[in-house]
């Protein structure tokens, strides 16, 4: 049996594209016929297609077509000096994410997705500045106009994730569809030689612009490995997920910022940047893979509040849970049968290398049952947990009253439950042994109660590994420095979360995120990888 690989539409090329004209009013014209209103005097097109550098060699989940569908395009062209816009471009190119693309814009496709070439439009010679933008909302079309400034475009934008789709996939209604895609790398300079005198001389141009688009949200799975283990003889069920502290903000093309450094990137033919040995900002992402790029969002330095050490709100930058309360569950399901897991999109949410803390990290909440090995504690019942032993009220109470003698094992207990009762833990009056009714723990953390057996983990996801993020002079140094982009989640690339270990039970109530980002103890071992986005196609001989 023989297999063929193809990775499609992570980012595409825009050089020898033949798009469909249109008036400045955003009117249709047949493109055989000169444009009217347009007296420029030269021509150009683009082609679409797989930008191989940002791909990497690794396939990720198959299917997932409505998520490489496009719907439509808009295509502008910006005086480079200005930055005012001088044509707006209908981009009539549609394909379902499976076959080849297809409209009045595209004169030729590929049947694995990966580029298509457009019909010329006719302009002034001059130097121009291109953005292209594939399944474009209402008001990204708003923002793109004749004599409108790019600024109107690139500016922080109030949004959410849900807004940046249209439908779902009929099959799966977790799946979005027609997710929009921008320039990967900004704008891209368009000369004056890949101008041509006529319509024929453009679309079969060698020299045409080249622009790759990447998708504007970023996807997380979660689910539970086959093999996961939990501590202390226990059982991890009716575990539930989603995604906390997502952005609000962001910018509708990717604002470029520091790449790893090139001497971690193991000999993968990369020219641009080579052989620094720093985070060095770069222009350009089309000679670099997606592996080593990062991102830089709307709120990317001086937000978190708890690295200031001050009080405040931050609402408006972030969607999150509040810490301290409970819920009756979370949107996602985790389980260890569906593949990849089930998914959920966010806006993408970066940061500062000294930002980087878990008040405005993007993290999975995990809800689930932790069932210790006491053997009078089931599935659903509320327990107290110490030491890595868990109680029922009446074993503490019989114990704290004489009738029963304290457990040799965890040492301790006998201190920390007198403690609690003096604080008024149990039941809420200081000195009153009385069972309590909702979740909780001890002002030093040591005891916890878990009502019904719920536990809470929190889980902050993660983008560069040690490989690309441990060079820095400062880890050999600080072994508590973060390096730049160890956190935060970017556009167009997937995060898979494995659930491997549960190391007991996590926070009676949803987590506080408080403190750095990198910690020493976690409840849940983790493994992240940060895969390309892309639809893998296989052709099989039998």
Known sequence: MKMKWKNALLALFIGGVTLTACSDKGDVIDPDITPVEQEGDAFFSFDMGMANKLLKTKATLAGDKAEQAVRDGVMALYDPTTKVCKYVFDLEATTDGSADFSGASVISSTADVSSFRTVAQRVDKQAYQLLVVLNP????????????????????????????????????????????????????????????????????????????????????????????????????????????????????????????????????????????????????????????????????????????????????????????????????????????????????????????????????????????????????????????????????????????????????????????????????????????STSGETSDGQLGYYQNGISYYAVKIRHFDDALSSNEPEVNTNPDFMNFGRWGVVRNNMYQLTLKNVNGPGKPTIPDPEGPDDKKQYWLSVDIQVLPWVVRTQDIDL
């Open 137 to 436: 909302t209402t008001n990204m079309k708003d923002a793109i106009a004749k004599n409108k400034y790019y600024a109107e475009f690139e500016d922080v934008k109030e949004e959410a994730a849900e807004n940046m789709k249209d439908g779902v996939d009929l099959t799966d209604n977790t799946i979005y569809k027609h997710i929009p895609m921008t320039n990967a790398s900004g704008l891209v300079d368009v000369a004056e030689d890949q101008l041509h005198p006529t319509k024929d001389a453009a679309e079969a141009a060698g020299n045409a612009p080249k622009v790759q688009v990447d998708r504007i949200l970023t996807k997380v799975y979660f689910k539970l490995d086959d093999a996961m283990t939990v501590a202390y003889g226990g059982s991890f069920v009716n575990a539930t997920w989603q995604l906390d502290i997502t952005n609000k903000k962001t910018y509708w093309v990717r604002r470029l910022t520091y790449v790893a450094p090139a001497t971690n990137r193991n000999g993968d033919g990369i020219t641009s940047n080579a052989g620094t040995t720093t985070w060095e900002l770069e222009k350009d992402y089309s000679s670099i893979f997606r592996e080593y790029v990062y991102a830089e969002d709307p709120n990317w330095d001086n937000v978190s509040l708890d690295r200031k050490e001050t009080t405040g709100d931050l609402s408006g930058e972030f969607k999150y849970l509040a810490p301290g309360t409970t819920s009756t569950g979370f949107l996602h399901d985790l389980t260890t049968d569906q593949g990849f897991g089930t998914r959920e999109y966010a806006l993408e949410n970066t940061m500062a290398p000294e930002e980087q803390w878990e008040d405005v990290t993007t993290r999975a909440l995990v809800r689930a049952n932790f069932v210790p090995s006491n053997k009078d504690i089931e599935a659903g019942d509320s327990y107290y947990f110490y030491g890595g032993a868990a109680f029922t009220y009446g074993q503490l109470e019989a114990m704290y009253n004489g009738t029963m003698l304290w457990p040799t094992a965890p040492s301790g207990l006998k201190e920390v439950v007198t403690k609690a009762v003096g604080e008024g833990f149990f039941g809420g009056t200081a000195n009153a042994m009385t069972a309590r």
